[in-house]
């Protein structure tokens, strides 16, 4: 019996960390690990630009000098309409993008000739197991090869000349509410990759698999299973110690759903967690109180074998959806006198980290944003946070306003820092959220499972209110110094989610804007010395990139994501939906369409209904599950039907049609008869109901006000 026991436990350690025996063979021709490695500045040939992500470009044709000069070279129209979040790849003349939905495409870098595109075929009803949007933030290149991860969990293989599916292999469990949005990175002829949705009951991972082959080489999960089950290696062992009550039922979240980072000095990959499932540690730590690791934490891994050997909890038993997956920066800096060789993060909490590179030591951390309120500060040694006891709604048993929210004080956008500065610069967002334990809250099965009540931060149809809400929510454009942990500037915006960052030997630093603008700023001062009318709100990050001698910078553009989605047109910042490639060179004049006009719709509802009981229990089902896609208090922002104008509003069959039925399903309005009973149901659209009439009267309470 013993040997029994000794070959099943040798058995589910290789499970868990070598999947796969045989040893990935390294490119030796087109993208190489040593073109990877060296991030020369003439191609663009990883999401961060190198190793380090640093997205920091050595080129410097394009300067503080000149840059006036700018001008759009050439521009593609995209077939989605949704957010944008991809950083172009360019190597040897081609430019390589990913869309909204997992489309791939593939331009001429010089003239924007279109060489090839591919379609997933991603189904529209995967979108309810998405958070924040259809999005995809780019490819991956290696040999000669481009690889994709789709948002319905597969990773994709592509010739890199005809885009020809070369090998398509599914990376999340077969039938789970795990999504993929993030770019896959190449680390030693493996492809990393993790997963979106840690607010659906699923268990975190990153996985490595054979750039040749698609074989599935190791996964490091990122929380506890059953201990029933016994644990996959020492760390899941090490960190069930953290969790309490029988957490794996509700999967434990923690999915790496972006930051990768690979760094050749120490032979570690860094990865970022997100949040603990469900948010409230009510529902899961129901024994006591427990940090719930490895969520909200940086972990490093051996490449080779996805071995655990450290990690750093940022937000011990995360409550606010403060995920740590924002990008993960690799850098030299010298503090007190010393070269330290570093890891630097920004991730929501608000708190910017410098961590040792090779043990995961705490340095330092220093806010990055003004106002932070669920935490007084980290402990200068530990780098625990002490957390505001208030902050904590589960036990208190009140509401909490939190700062930052949940969108965080920095999400996915990517940050870039500059050697020659040596200041980071980070897109911020000013976004409270509201908090509050649930008492009455039960698993469900179809869309977020959080335990909490957010339903007390609807926005009153009061225009003072929404006038005032709209001017507390906004953004910054942070450069910030590691060394000195301190805010060097900071140009204001006027709202959140603005695009990644790009700094460059030039002295600039390039940014999109939410409200319609791609910027350049001298890098040092923060001045701003360009800008250009895009048409649309700007996500994503810029890259540059060099062909026959001129330095062209690339932008992908299209509002979406998190902010527009949820937030809804409430939150402000709100622009059409207009998704494009934009490519830009000095001396280029090229000009985009005009802007078509976008026709307003008139609300003219039905008369209320429904008793005062059912408006109210409408309103919270409503704030908890349906504002993730239809906005803040029934008002949509610019990509999701804005239920106050839906046709079945007045239809009471239709309405259950829709809704219970997953009549729209193939439009990604699937069926919520598992989540929500018919009478459930019901109230949500006496609450919509309610609440188009009740803009009515504020509408024509304006146009009195007018005259």
């Not at 932070?372 to 009140?398: C, F, H, M, Q």
Request: charged share 20%; aromatic share 10%.
């Amino acid at each position: 019996m013993r040997h029994i026991a000794i070959a099943a436990l040798a058995a589910l350690s290789l499970s868990a960390c070598n999947m796969s025996s045989s040893e990935p063979t390294l490119a030796t021709e087109g993208v190489t690990d040593a073109m990877l490695a060296a991030g020369n500045g003439e191609e663009w040939l990883t999401y961060g630009g190198d190793y380090d992500e640093r997205r920091f470009s050595p080129l410097t044709q394009i300067n503080a000098d000149n840059v006036g000069e700018l001008g759009l070279a050439w521009s593609a129209d995209l077939d989605t309409a949704r957010g944008q979040e991809a950083t172009p790849l360019m190597h040897d003349g081609t430019l390589y993008i990913t869309t909204a939905w997992s489309k791939v495409k593939a331009y001429d870098a010089k003239t924007g000739a279109l060489k090839w595109e591919y379609d997933p075929e991603v189904p529209r009803s995967k979108l309810v197991e998405v958070c924040c949007d259809a999005v995809n933030r780019g490819i991956a290149l290696y040999g000669d090869k481009a690889y994709v991860a789709t948002l319905d969990g597969r990773l994709v293989a592509l010739d890199q000349k005809t885009g020809a599916v070369v090998w398509d292999k599914l990376t999340i469990p077969k039938g789970s509410k795990m999504a993929i949005t993030g770019a896959p990175r190449i680390v030693k002829g493996r492809v990393l990759i993790g997963s979106a949705g840690a607010e659906y009951f699923t268990r975190g991972y990153l996985a490595a698999f054979d750039a040749n082959t698609g074989d599935e080489l190791w996964r490091f999960y990122t929380v506890p299973g059953n201990p029933a089950d016994g644990f996959e290696n020492e760390a899941m062992e090490r960190a069930a110690k953290t969790w309490s009550g029988e957490w794996w039922k509700l999967g434990g979240g923690g999915t790496v759903w972006d930051s990768i980072t690979y760094d050749p000095a120490t032979d570690l990959v860094y990865f970022g967690t997100a949040n603990a499932e469900p948010w409230n540690p009510a529902y899961r730590n129901t024994d006591g109180a427990g940090d719930s690791l490895y969520t909200a934490s940086i972990v490093a891994v051996k490449p080779d074998t996805g071995e655990y050997v450290w990690h750093f909890q940022e937000t011990p038993e995360d409550r606010w959806d403060f995920d740590s997956n924002q990008q993960i920066t690799v850098t030299d800096l010298t503090i007190d006198g010393k070269t330290r060789h570093v890891v630097m993060h920004a991730p929501k909490n608000g708190f910017f980290y410098v961590l040792d590179a090779a043990t995961g030591e705490f340095i330092s951390g220093k806010p990055f944003v003004d106002g932070i309120n669920w935490a007084s500060g980290l402990d200068p040694v530990t780098g625990k946070p002490n957390v505001n006891p208030e902050a904590e709604y589960e036990r208190t048993g009140k509401p909490f306003v939190g700062v930052p929210g949940a969108v965080g004080a920095h999400s996915w956008s990517p940050m870039s820092y500059s050697p020659d500065t040596g200041l980071v610069y980070i897109p911020t967002n000013n976004t409270p959220q509201y908090y509050a334990h649930d008492p009455n809250w039960e698993p469900g099965e179809t869309g977020f499972q959080l335990g909490i009540d957010v339903s007390g931060g609807a926005i009153p149809a009061d225009q003072a209110i929404r006038d005032a809400t709209k001017a507390a929510l906004n953004g910054a454009l942070v450069a910030f110094d590691p060394v000195a942990g301190e805010v060097k500037w900071k140009v204001p915006q006027s709202s959140p989610t603005n695009g990644g960052t790009l700094a460059t030997a030039g002295n600039l630093v390039f940014q999109g804007t939410s409200t319609g603008e791609f910027r350049a700023y001298t890098a040092d001062t923060g001045d701003q010395l360009w800008s250009f009318e895009t048409q649309t709100g700007v996500l994503a990050a810029p890259m540059t990139y060099a062909i026959d001698g001129e330095q062209y910078v690339a932008v992908l553009v299209g509002w979406g994501g998190v902010w527009d989605v949820s937030a809804g047109a409430l939150g402000g910042g709100i622009t059409p939906n207009v998704s494009r490639l934009l490519v830009f060179k000095l001396g280029a004049t090229g000009e985009l369409p005009p802007l078509k006009p976008t026709p307003a719709l008139v609300l003219d509802p039905p008369a209320p209904a429904g008793t005062p009981e059912q408006v109210a229990l409408g309103a919270k089902l409503y704030a908890n599950s349906c504002s993730v896609c239809h906005g803040v208090s029934a008002v949509a922002g610019s990509l999701n039907p804005d239920l106050r104008h839906a046709s079945s509003l007045g239809k009471k069959d239709l309405w259950q049609q829709v809704v219970h039925d997953g009549l729209l399903a193939e439009n990604g309005m699937v069926a919520w008869n598992k989540q929500f009973s018919r009478e459930e149901i019901e109230a949500i659209r006496l609450y919509v109901l309610q609440r188009a009439n009740e803009d009515v009267a504020l509408e024509a309470k304006g146009r009195v006000a007018r005259r």
